[in-house]
């Protein structure tokens, strides 16, 4: 039987998968990537919880998220492009003109 | 094990397989390429779970438009292959993190049980009503102001697009 | 088909907000026909909005503004705050438009999105819809990526803007995620509604999904406000961004930060309360003691200055821990006493650096009273109240704080706390040893005081003494402000 256990376990593990890759991965491209998976296994939680509550709220939220999901991506890479420009490099070891 | 419950199992799994090769592949276009599989899988799941317009908008404006941003961007900035070595040093510590976060979740989410307020819609109120008709409802009377705030938000993401990138300012 | 009834929109409730944001959007428009030299303008221009912003903040003092079904709630609580934030970008504002001109990104887009960065601090401090609190962060956030990676020809603001998108982020997930098992363990994301249905349903303290979305609540909101371990972007981002920007953001963000924690924690979540002081007593003690050990072995000024951030951070938690009337309005004060001496201290940063050399390091401040004893005087005193000496605003702020502590019996917290202040003094002093006692090795003849360096330098000063000579009226308010 499925219940909000069975979302509510895959979307800690995708949250634990986004997060390993956060911090081993040295591109910054890829990073941001396992944030996007972080965000998504977040929206997983809201819409399964907002179904088992039977509360739309959680739905809005979701909205929401991705809106600002969308936001980021705008920015984050636009300062990749930044960053890019005068580093000729996107690697987070690169990140590296003051000390980490 | 019902049909449900065996669908659900495949499609977590490759969700899982993917989501392992976001954070394994060497090049950055495998990796998005499997992100999107993994945002497929999300937008399967919000059909199982009566979100009929959030698997929608999960497949048009994540697999849609911010996957294709960022491969547009991984293209532009010519990223090459990682390599030698892929991981930083922290490997270790952020294995044990995440198997840290996983352990927690499993431990609380097993003895946890769902205590909140009941709301009353379910999947015979979407089937009559309509789920855009439900979102749509919440969000302009409710959640109005949130709304609003992100109008603001998108604006400011703009101009940020604009200053930080555009050649000549 | 039935129409949609919307809810009663109470303009009121956001009146401060809507003022920032249009006087923002007219600005950009304006920004298109001026030229580069007369960007200056939009600053001046901005500063009447905040005027007329704060003039709607003073105004609804004491008269508590609901609106939108409980989304946003301008009470006095957000007014202290919204004080603090328009008064933070005010006064960068003053000290951005020769630092903008001196490194060459004199662009317009600067002052709309500082206001817009304040828009968001707002709509956090008066946010009572976890929605709301989430989205003002996110526009307060996006705002400050892009303002930290503003100089976008500088390798280290660039660096710094992407560290701090990357981090800041990752903080995001954590604090939703606690959002996302809170909304599953209450059926709500309004925080009244969450107090309730807690109050209602006391079996709710057995059921873990609770806590373990407060705990990831409290990660999130810890990288905002850069308790440790969760600070290890304040440093290269601090450092790293422009000048004005760090000044910014280590008031502004900061206060907006404290002011969602304790509003979601007080509000929303006092019967955890034994769980969640256990948990700030801890990073309070490492915040502090980190922040303080850290900041004596930098010699780049504004690293040093996060440093000590961090360690002020970890001051303004002790208050949190305390959770009692003395300590929370102790918080307020201090956040407030905090922004004047820390945009001070700044201030006076930008006015030594020069184009190209930045002339960030304590050893370039030899001599600084031999050639203008006015600014030393200055930075001496902020240097003061930063060390938390009588009669400074710092010291007034840490005693409300430690007596909050000890008032609710965490004695140690409060020793250490006072360790740690005197710890402190080293650092601070070193700047002042160098200003005072070492021959000058350079002439300072590019150091040129504005007249708005010239007004944000009196406003600062007089905010320190003032505040620390006659305190009794603001915490008064400060205390009228944390009934909640």
């Not at chain 2, 499997?34 to 919000?46: D, G, P, Q, R």
């Not at chain 2, 976060?101 to 205590?115: D, G, K, M």
């Not at chain 2, 109005?144 to 555009?166: D, R």
Request: glycine share 8%.
């Amino acid at each position: 039987m499925l219940t909000h256990h069975s979302y509510l376990i895959l979307s800690a593990i995708l949250f634990s998968l986004g997060a390993l890759g956060v911090l081993i991965r040295r591109n910054a491209i890829i990073i941001f990537m396992c944030i996007e998976m972080m965000l998504n296994s977040v929206n997983l939680a809201f819409v399964s919880l907002s179904k088992y509550l039977g509360n739309i709220d959680g739905q809005i939220f979701v909205f929401f998220i991705m809106t600002v999901a969308a936001a980021e991506a705008a920015v984050g890479l636009a300062l990749m492009i930044a960053f890019y420009n005068n580093r000729e490099s996107v690697e987070v070891e690169d990140l590296n003109v003051m000390k980490w | 094990m019902d049909i449900q419950t065996l669908f659900f199992a495949v499609v977590a799994a490759v969700a899982i397989l993917s989501g392992i090769l976001v954070i394994t592949c060497r090049n950055p276009i495998n990796s998005a390429l499997s992100l999107v599989m993994t945002f497929f899988c999300l937008a399967t799941f919000y059909v199982m779970l009566d979100a009929p317009f959030m698997a929608a908008i999960q497949v048009i404006v994540y697999a849609g438009a911010i996957m294709v941003l960022i491969i547009f961007v991984i293209m532009l900035l010519n990223v090459r292959v990682e390599s030698g070595k892929k991981y930083t040093h922290g490997v270790l510590i952020g294995s044990i993190m995440a198997v840290l976060l996983l352990f927690e979740a499993f431990y609380f989410l097993n003895r946890s049980s769902l205590t909140g307020a009941r709301g009353m819609i379910d999947a015979n109120v979407v089937q009559n009503v309509g789920h855009v008709e439900l979102i749509g409802r919440a969000m302009y009377t409710d959640f109005l102001l949130p709304f609003e705030i992100t109008s603001i938000l998108l604006l400011v993401a703009i101009i940020g697009a604009v200053i930080l990138a555009k050649k000549k300012i | 088909m039935e129409t949609i009834a919307i809810p009663a929109v109470n303009l009121a409730a956001i009146m401060p907000e809507t003022v920032l944001s249009v006087v923002g959007m007219i600005l950009l428009l304006i920004n298109v026909f001026l030229p580069t030299e007369k960007k200056a303008y939009l600053g001046y221009l901005s500063l009447i909005g905040i005027a007329v912003s704060l003039f709607y903040t003073m105004n609804g003092w004491g008269t508590p503004q609901e609106g939108f079904n409980g989304s946003v709630l301008l009470d006095n609580f957000s007014h202290f705050f919204n004080v603090i934030f328009l008064l933070c970008s005010a006064l960068t504002i003053l000290i951005a438009d020769q630092y903008v001109q001196r490194e060459e990104c004199n662009h317009g887009e600067l002052y709309p999105l500082i206001l817009f960065a304040t828009t968001g601090m707002m709509f956090m401090a008066s946010g009572t819809d976890l929605m709301t609190i989430f989205l003002g962060l996110e526009v307060l956030s996006i705002a400050l990526y892009i303002l930290a990676g503003f100089a976008r020809n500088n390798v280290k603001s660039n660096e710094a803007g992407l560290k701090y998108f990357l981090l800041g982020a990752f903080s995001t997930c954590f604090l939703l995620y606690g959002m996302a098992l809170t909304y599953g363990a209450t059926g709500t994301t309004k925080i009244a509604g969450i107090a309730q249905f807690i109050a209602q349903n006391s079996i709710l303290s057995k059921n873990p999904i609770l806590l373990v979305g407060m705990l990831l609540m409290a990660v999130g909101f810890s990288f905002k406000i850069a308790a440790a371990p969760f600070h290890m972007w304040t440093p290269d981002v601090y450092e790293g961004a422009p000048t004005p920007i760090t000044a910014f953001m280590s008031a502004g963000p900061k206060a907006a930060g404290f002011a969602a924690f304790l509003r979601v924690f007080l509000v929303a979540l006092p019967m955890f309360k034994a769980e969640w002081t256990s948990l700030l007593w801890a990073l309070a003690v490492l915040t502090m003691t980190f922040g303080n050990i850290t900041a004596i072995y930098q010699n780049n000024i504004k690293r040093m200055l996060a440093y000590s951030s961090i360690a002020h951070a970890g001051y303004a938690l002790v208050g949190f821990v305390a959770a009692n009337e003395v300590g929370v309005a102790g918080i307020l004060f201090y956040l407030l006493s905090y922004t004047f001496m820390n945009l001070g201290a700044f201030a006076i940063i930008i006015l030594v650096g020069k184009k190209g050399e930045p002339n960030n390091n304590v050893s370039d401040y030899a001599g600084l009273s031999v050639k203008h004893p006015a600014l030393a005087l200055a930075m001496s005193v902020f240097l003061f109240s930063l060390m938390g000496i009588p009669p400074t605003a710092g010291f007034v702020g840490k005693f409300y704080l430690f007596s909050g502590a000890i008032k609710s019996g965490y004695i140690w917290l409060a020793i250490i706390g006072v360790l740690n202040s005197a710890a402190s003094v080293y650092y601070y002093l070193r700047v002042m040893v160098f200003m005072y006692m070492k021959a000058p090795e350079e002439d300072f003849a590019w150091l040129k005081v504005t007249p708005a360096f010239f007004v944000t330098v009196v406003i600062a000063i007089a905010g320190v003494l003032v505040l620390g000579v006659a305190p009794q009226y603001f915490l008064k308010l400060a205390q009228i402000a944390v009934m909640i």
